[in-house]
């Protein structure tokens, strides 16, 4: 067999080798947090719910994570302009080990969903959801979980980024 013939079998083998993200077996675990709008000190109601919904799953030596993000922003929120709402606003996408001290990060990702924020669901409910790309790390046989964190800096509060932590996958 000449050799671009091996080297094009190996690649078809590793090719083949992946299922694709759709066709994984996806373990997903959801919280949700209500989280103070720490720019905003009037008189209504600035609470936002955020719920997360971490995934993880595994196929061979490669764990795939995914997230999805929802959100209800106060109701006077509706129909306003939200792009200023955060200096800054993004959603770390964590895949982790379990070690026996602090977990190993192996790989982090952040996604900016400022614009996400700010469109709502343009029906003017305040209510939004944004969904991650998958990311994807070679693991060999060792286990790992997916987790997650907003990461917003509010307009206004000179507080800097904030983060807030959402539950982990179990490990695949």
Known sequence: MSAALVGAAVVGASVLGSAPASALNWKCTSSSSTIDDAGYSGPWGDNWDFTVKNCVARSGGYVYA???????????????DLSETF???????????SDAGPDTVLLRKDFNIQPALAAMNGSGSGNGSWTSSTIKKSVGSKSAYADGALRLNWDEDGKGVRQYDFKGTGSV
């Open 87 to 97: 200096d800054s606003a993004h959603f770390r996408l964590y895949l982790n080990h």
């Open 66 to 80: 995914k997230a999805t993000v929802s959100w209800d922003a106060p109701p006077w929120y509706s129909g306003t």
